[in-house]
């Protein structure tokens, strides 16, 4: 069975009292040994690593509760603390809230885990100059830590609890159920099976109705270890609701949606556009953000605004050419495009090959929509997809 390497920032690391463990290094993409288990790690070693431009060091698996507890007695020394910069310290939290996500998700029976997050978002905070530091952030954790869900909530929880506190005036109690919540507001996809889940191609609709079922799944799970927070529980059940009543899994409309969750809700899908998934490559920061200012109207606007007031690059004008890019699939149909598909679809001349064409067109999209588009594309599909039966069947009983 191959080892499981588990990637460390260098500058969490204090050569003084690290634990015995193995040390390894990153090569042409392979891992060599660096400290065998009972060698001393010593202030040579670590220096000469910086030299060399490591920012990440990696163990065995095996060994990852040991060493999370030496990273956490790293930040708890304040001489330590005084002489790291900003960016290292952003990168050492991050590392501690993702091995504290994937305990959870690995120990989601167990209360324990679930406790060690706030724990862990009371001792910890992030500071960005601007979206450039965050940016940047991001693109180190998506290069360094493999776990799709793993990183993509770690990703939501900072930017949640760095815009939550840069806008909202909010006690350090509230700021922390709401990093929580976004630690956990994923934690119902456990209960999706896996086959779904693992899937690179788009979605059936059965298979997208069970996936909208996760955020009951959630809650249900934080009740059964004991998590009784309101503000994680309206996160959890809330993410995927839409101003515009929409979303799921109430169909919740304008303020009767928490704001704290509408907030994880723009994170979310932040973070979800830039990250690269099995289906779709990522977007770039600006055009997710171009994105989320396409669909306003499932936001609403005093929160979208303090995002984009944060995350909107105001420095250069994009080249008007990207904003009209043609419809295929890695673009998203507008509602106005839906229809004409819709029209096109109904005339009783339809060329078969064309509603072929069309079908791959709308199922390339569903994956990259939200909301009524979704909605209305999901149905588009059915019609087509029907459509097509009936006339292949015409054809056979012709022949």
Excluded: W
């Excluded at 406790?115 to 978002?121: F, G």
Aim: proline share 4%; aromatic share 8%.
């Amino acid at each position: 069975m191959a080892l499981e390497y588990s990637p460390i920032v260098l500058d969490s690391i204090n050569h003084e009292n690290f634990p015995k463990v193995e040390l390894f290094v990153k090569l042409d993409g392979k891992y060599t040994l660096y400290k065998p288990e009972n060698t001393k790690l010593t202030i040579h070693n670590i220096e000469r690593l910086r030299e060399n431009g490591t920012e990440f060091v990696y163990i065995n698996g095996k060994d990852a509760e040991e060493v999370q507890e030496h990273v956490e007695k790293r930040l708890d020394d304040s001489r330590a603390v005084n002489i790291l910069s900003q960016y290292s310290k952003n990168l050492i939290c991050c590392q501690m809230i993702i091995k504290c996500i994937d305990d959870v998700f690995r120990k989601h029976n167990q209360a324990a885990p679930f406790a060690k997050c706030r724990t862990l978002l009371n001792k910890i905070s992030f500071q960005f100059g601007d979206r450039s530091e965050l940016i940047k952030l991001f693109a180190k954790l998506e290069d360094n830590f493999d776990k799709y869900l793993i990183n993509h909530s770690a990703q939501t929880t900072i930017l949640t609890t760095f815009l939550c506190d840069r806008l909202f005036n909010v006690g350090k109690d509230d700021l922390v159920s709401v990093g929580v919540g976004a630690m956990l507001h994923d934690i119902g996809m456990l209960s999706v099976s896996g086959d779904i889940t693992n899937k690179v191609d788009v979605l059936s609709e059965d298979e997208y109705y069970r996936v909208k079922l996760h955020p009951k799944y959630g809650v249900d799970l934080l009740r059964n270890v004991g998590v009784k927070n309101s503000i994680v529980h309206d996160i959890t059940l809330a993410h995927h609701e839409r101003y515009d009543g929409s979303g799921y899994p109430k169909a919740l409309v304008g303020p009767d949606i928490p704001r704290y969750a509408m907030l994880v809700s723009i994170c979310d899908i932040y973070c979800a556009l830039t990250m690269n998934r099995p289906y779709k490559a990522a977007s770039t920061p600006a055009e997710a953000v171009r994105t989320l200012k396409s669909e306003r109207r499932l936001f609403a606007p005093e929160i979208l605004d303090g995002f984009l007031g944060f995350m909107e690059d105001a420095s250069h004008e994009e080249p008007a050419a990207e904003e009209k890019k043609a419809p295929g699939p890695a673009q998203s149909l507008d509602m106005s495009e839906i229809r004409e598909l819709r029209r096109q679809m109904r005339n009783p001349n339809v060329d078969r090959n064309k509603l072929v064409r069309m079908h791959s067109i709308i199922t390339d999209n569903i994956n990259n929509s939200f909301g009524e588009e979704r909605m209305a594309l999901t149905e588009l599909r059915t019609e087509v997809k029907n459509l097509l039966k009936s006339l292949f069947a015409e054809g056979a009983e012709r022949q």
